[in-house]
């Protein structure tokens, strides 16, 4: 609360000879003020006085604002002073006086206005805790008091009373008194950067408590960045999803396609699939890779601690990389292989998340220079979760560094409002039309894949019978391997040439089927496994 003259450098007489608020408690936590101001300007020559009455506090280090209405400003007489109300900094403050007109001597300003949601109340009970006088005055008070009309029917003994005097924070105790109705509160020559609070905590009941609405609508005054920022963040990732992050000439019919989508590989297909590149893709390439004649994948017996055993996966390199493969599929013939002939799993595990990677970043590079894709979706999706990561730091570095100015409804603001950025960045990759045709021809096969009928299916295997293991990929990265493998029930009596299991004594395709399930799950959790702490060397 600062009192400020509105010209020159204060006069060293200038005072406050007194100053007396007069409180009254309305329904709901309402207080009407009439402040009494006795100011002394002495002989120097001013225009008058500003009046700045706090409207934003500090609660749980989240601001709680006090509406503030000013209903009137008089002299002693009640006749009208001229004066401006204005905000600044948190502050309602009160121009009084005549800009062209120069005042001297002893002036009485009445300043009467109401301070709306200023009536706290714990457990029930409300609590009045005012600074009467304000703590921020330039020059001394000589007189500072307060009176507090209390509700009807209230005694005297059911009211606890303190006051305090002196600058904030100050515990220094001020006069306090309980009168027929009302309290009385007192204090003398008060310092300049100095004020008078007054506390009272009346009886449950004693004053109506706001409704929840009402409350609700204070308590969004006070939190409106926590829901404004997270649905301004909505709305804008709303519209870029709408206008950037939807496929070009999509939701077309989707036909049954016998034949996967010409000029893509598995991983490919799965990219094209769901958008990302996931490890599934790179285990369904080595099947693939198996399936096309460069390795052969054997189960084998490993030992373990204390002599146990345990199935391995043994990978034998048949032919050396050509022409017809794919970047991403010479990336992992090298990453598994180097330059030698044979690998094991368990050796592998740790040393080709590398591997992986590298994959990954050539098959989003592939498919968007093919323009399959608007944008690589790798890139897209980090640079939202860019701007995710940077919300969230801006949440935390204003707790961190502002918290004590109140922006937790800011910082919390921020927090939420990265959780839109984060999901819809997710889904904002997006294909061409070009990409949407391939899309549609990935799902026609896959229908295939699930639905093909049995008879159609045996003629088939009959005219190839590596269809199973040639197809298969394309089913893994579509997530349909268990129908496919399915449908091949009382078909197959040999595994495909490219799978080994010399623990088992006779072909059964349902064990088959289920060991091969394993060892691709195997396959996938340690070719993405982070390497080690204790360091060590690869297979």
Same mark, same amino acid.
């Given at each position: 609360m600062l009192v400020t003259l509105l010209a020159g450098r204060l006069a060293a007489g200038e005072v406050i000879r007194a100053f007396h608020a007069e409180i009254r408690i309305e329904d709901p936590g309402t207080l009407v003020i009439t402040e009494r101001i006795e100011m002394d300007f002495e002989g120097a020559q001013r225009r008058g006085i500003f009046r700045n009455i706090p409207y934003r506090y500090e609660r749980y280090a989240n601001p709680y604002r006090v509406g503030i209405n000013v209903l009137a400003v008089t002299d002693e007489e009640g006749r009208p002073r001229p004066y401006v109300v204005s905000r600044q900094d948190g502050d309602i403050s009160i121009r009084i006086g005549d800009p062209d007109v120069y005042v001297t001597g002893r002036h009485t300003y009445v300043i009467r206005y109401t301070a709306r949601r200023a009536v706290n109340f714990f457990d029930g009970e409300p609590e009045v805790y005012w600074n009467a006088t304000g703590d921020e005055w330039p020059f001394a008070i000589e007189q500072a008091s307060a009176r507090l009309i209390l509700p009807d029917g209230l005694s005297a003994g059911a009211v606890e009373v303190r006051a305090f005097q002196g600058p904030p924070g100050s515990t220094t105790p001020a006069t306090a008194e309980v009168e027929v109705g009302s309290v009385r509160y007192s204090a003398?020559?008060?310092?300049?950067?100095?004020?008078?609070?007054?506390?009272?905590?009346? !009886?449950?009941?004693?004053?109506?408590?706001?409704?929840?609405?009402?409350?609700?609508?204070?308590?969004?005054?006070?939190?409106?960045?926590?829901?404004? %920022?997270?649905? %301004?963040?909505?709305?804008?990732? %709303? /519209?870029?999803?709408?206008?950037?992050?939807?496929?070009?000439?999509?939701?077309?019919?989707? !036909?049954?396609?016998?034949?996967? !989508?010409?000029?893509?590989?598995?991983?490919?297909?799965?990219?094209?699939?769901?958008?990302?590149?996931?490890?599934?893709?790179?285990? /369904?390439?080595?099947?693939?890779?198996?399936?096309?004649?460069?390795?052969?994948?054997? @189960?084998?017996?490993?030992?373990?601690?204390?002599?146990?055993?345990?199935?391995?996966? +043994?990978?034998?390199?048949?032919?050396?990389?050509d022409l017809d493969l794919k970047q991403h599929e010479q990336d992992i013939l090298r990453g598994i292989f180097g330059s030698m002939k044979t690998a094991k799993l368990s050796g592998l595990r740790g040393y080709f998340r590398t591997t992986f990677y590298e994959v990954r970043d050539h098959i989003y590079e592939s498919l968007t220079a093919r323009e399959l894709f608007r944008g690589n979706p790798q890139t897209v999706r980090n640079s939202f979760a860019a701007i995710g990561i940077l919300l969230v730091a801006a949440g935390a570095a204003s707790i961190f560094f502002l918290g004590a100015m109140g922006v937790i409804a800011w910082s919390v603001g921020l927090f939420l409002a990265s959780v839109p950025v984060f999901w819809f960045g997710w889904y904002m990759p997006a294909r061409t039309h070009k990409g949407s045709l391939a899309l549609r021809d990935c799902l026609?096969? @896959? @229908?295939?894949?699930?639905?093909?009928?049995?008879?159609?299916?045996?003629?088939?295997? +009959?005219?190839? !019978?590596?269809?199973?293991?040639r197809l298969l990929p394309y089913a893994m990265v579509m997530g349909v391997e268990d129908r496919w493998a399915g449908h091949f029930e009382g078909l197959m009596s040999e595994p495909p040439s490219w799978y080994r299991d010399d623990s088992q004594a006779a072909f059964v395709p349902y064990l088959f089927i289920q060991n091969l399930g394993a060892d691709i799950q195997t396959m996938g959790s340690s070719l993405s496994a982070l390497p080690a702490s204790t360091g060590g060397s690869g297979g």
């Open positions: 003398e020559q008060v310092r300049p950067g100095s004020g008078l609070t007054i506390l009272a905590r009346l !009886p449950e009941g004693s004053v109506r408590q706001p409704t929840w609405g009402t409350a609700l609508g204070w308590w969004l005054r006070d939190w409106w960045p926590a829901m404004a %920022l997270p649905l %301004l963040s909505f709305c804008v990732m %709303l /519209a870029l999803w709408l206008t950037r992050g939807r496929d070009e000439g999509g939701g077309q019919a989707v !036909p049954v396609e016998w034949d996967p !989508p010409r000029g893509l590989s598995p991983a490919e297909v799965g990219t094209v699939f769901d958008e990302i590149c996931h490890t599934r893709d790179v285990v /369904a390439t080595i099947i693939d890779l198996a399936a096309r004649g460069y390795l052969r994948i054997e @189960r084998v017996e490993s030992e373990k601690l204390l002599g146990l055993q345990h199935k391995d996966l +043994k990978f034998t390199k048949l032919r050396e990389p026609g096969f @896959r @229908r295939f894949l699930e639905m093909v009928e049995k008879q159609r299916l045996q003629e088939a295997h +009959k005219k190839d !019978p590596t269809l199973f293991g």
